[in-house]
């Protein structure tokens, strides 16, 4: 690591914490060359593999996005739906693989959806599950009732 005010190559860690849950650790570092210290985050990667066969890094934000669009004109909070987005990504990370499926991402949302409200869960798996017609809907209105409390959606 390069110390930023000298450019010196070679710096020394002081002390490490876990950040963020355990998804990142922050070390404080110590330049031997001008005595400054600094802080540095080391983040763990988590990749998305989009159908057409590109990947990007996982976004947090994107995933609350998409809910919030669903969960329009609902009762749903900005808490609501900062905590499901942590939700989704703690489930991803827990999978161990550094590489996620675009499909399993919205898999790991539909589950913590449907318990928050039904109605943008609908409305979510009409888009991720491209529904064609009332009887799509119908059907996933079937197995939402079918379902007990906390069950999730089986994946098609």
């Known amino acids: 690591m390069h110390c930023p ?29 001008c005595g400054k210290r600094f802080t540095t985050q080391e983040n763990v990667l988590l990749m998305v593999a989009k159908r057409s066969g590109v990947t990007e890094p996982f976004s947090r934000e994107k995933i609350i996005a998409g809910v919030r669009r669903a969960c329009q004109g609902r009762p749903v909070g900005e808490d609501a739906l900062a905590q499901l ?14 590489e996620i499926p675009s499909h399993q991402v919205g898999l790991a949302i539909l589950g913590p959806l449907g318990e928050l409200d039904e109605v943008a869960y609908l409305r979510f798996a009409s888009v991720y599950r491209s529904f064609e017609s009332l009887d799509d809907f119908a059907r996933e209105i079937e197995d939402l009732r079918g379902r007990t409390p906390g069950e999730h959606a089986p994946p098609r």
């Open 85 to 98: 987005g942590q939700r989704v990504e703690e489930a991803l990370r827990g999978t161990g693989s550094a």
């Open 5 to 33: 005010f000298c450019r010196n190559p070679d710096t020394k860690v002081i002390d490490s914490r876990s950040a963020d849950d355990g998804a990142a650790i922050r070390r404080r570092r110590s330049c031997p060359e």
